[in-house]
């Protein structure tokens, strides 16, 4: 269809396509072949494979990133469990020059190496900063390996599951040079920070998250702390519908957000609830299936489980049509219960606090539970 137009349209129209398209096109015709091999001849760059990337500080120098990569094609040779990761240092460079295509074409051949199976089961593979010595010649044996070029290394990247790190404006700048790449990214996970130091995310990320190209589709799994208010309108974001949730140090209100919301996978670790408040708000709300959430070490306000508590408002409570207890391995108590014409379980056992501040220090006193929710 494209190929008679003329050839400035095609250059053009070319610009906009992804590269496994634009390398569909080449070979339509030996009009068209020439026209991106002359024009965009990148697109016809094989293509580079990844199951996980993962994005970490540079440990060499402050300005660059580091690509943490498995293979597409190694996790399908994995003979043992040892680890097959490349830790490749990047450098954010909208300008390519000579060097940076050196450097490039030095790391596919890297790549094609990597990729042949023999190597790899014998245990005799190299890494890239190794590759880029021994056999590439790029640098000297004590000299530091040059970083490749961002959008050269994505270019014709595939990747099933890519992690970002979001805990800085210089983490949001990368996260949104993501979105100018022509990399292909079936899976993302979204990290904004877990533990005592991690940012709280409050109604002055909602900009950001809202506008980011990046983080507006195939999000599989978000992990983060959040004010209980900004929790809510996480829940309601239409690109973190279908999101597992990670999430940390829940107060009540926070509990509140979840039960209001219609959030399918959640696991919160470490919060403070009362326990039957929370019971009788759960139960009033209509359930949904799937619905799986998990929460851990959730220390109550009651000082010992109250069980009669807990079974006193499923036997007054209006929405509760029907309940009874089940045994099942692992927990103290089910609760298999019917409201709104839906069948679910609630799980419950007593705990002890599994994390605190110091391993010198006592644990903290109160009473901990985990729950289950299915």
């Not at 580079?48 to 990337?53: H, L």
């Not at 983490?171 to 920070?193: I, N």
């Not at 140090?249 to 399918?264: G, K, N, P, V």
Request: net charge positive; glycine share 2%; with cysteine.
């Amino acid at each position: 269809m494209l190929s008679g137009l003329p050839t400035e349209l095609i250059i053009m129209s070319c610009q906009y396509l992804s590269f496994r398209d634009v390398d569909e096109l080449a070979y339509t015709t030996k009009r068209m072949m020439q026209i991106v091999k002359r024009n965009v001849p990148l697109a016809l760059q094989p293509r580079i494979e990844m199951k996980n990337m993962a994005i970490y500080p540079s440990l060499t120098k402050k300005s660059n990133i580091r690509f943490v990569v498995e293979w597409k094609k190694m996790a399908e040779l994995r003979k043992s469990s040892r680890n097959t990761d490349d830790h490749i240092e990047i450098i954010l460079k909208p300008k390519i020059d000579d060097g940076d295509l050196k450097i490039y074409e030095a790391f596919l051949d890297y790549y094609r190496y990597r990729c042949v199976e023999r190597d790899y089961v014998k245990g005799r593979h190299l890494n890239w900063e190794r590759f880029a010595v021994q056999r590439a010649g790029l640098v000297g044996r004590e000299e530091l390996v040059p970083p490749i070029n961002f959008y050269l290394f994505l270019a014709r990247a595939e990747i099933h599951r890519i992690d970002v790190r979001i805990e800085d404006d210089i983490d949001w700048h990368l996260t949104e040079s993501l979105s100018t790449v022509r990399a292909t990214f079936v899976e993302k996970k979204l990290y904004f920070g877990s533990g005592l130091n991690a940012k709280v995310l409050d109604a002055a990320d909602q900009k950001r998250i809202q506008e980011t190209k990046f983080i507006q589709n195939d999000i599989v799994e978000v992990e983060c702390k959040a004010t209980a208010q900004f929790l809510s309108t996480l829940f309601q974001m239409r690109h973190f519908s279908n999101a597992r949730w990670e999430l940390y140090d829940f107060e009540q209100e926070h509990f509140q957000s979840l039960i209001r919301s219609s959030a399918r996978s959640v696991t919160v670790k470490c919060g403070n609830m009362h326990l039957i408040a929370f019971i009788s708000d759960l139960v009033r709300e209509p359930p949904f299936k799937p619905r799986r959430w998990t929460l851990w070490n959730v220390k109550i306000e009651e000082k010992r489980m109250n069980w009669k508590g807990i079974e006193a408002i499923l036997k007054n409570s209006t929405d509760v049509s029907s309940w009874h207890e089940q045994p099942v391995c692992g927990w103290q108590k089910r609760y298999k219960i019917r409201s709104n014409k839906q069948t679910w379980n609630l799980d419950i056992r007593p705990t002890q606090m599994k994390m605190w501040v110091s391993i010198f220090a006592p644990p903290p006193s109160g009473t901990y539970i985990d729950i289950k929710i299915s």
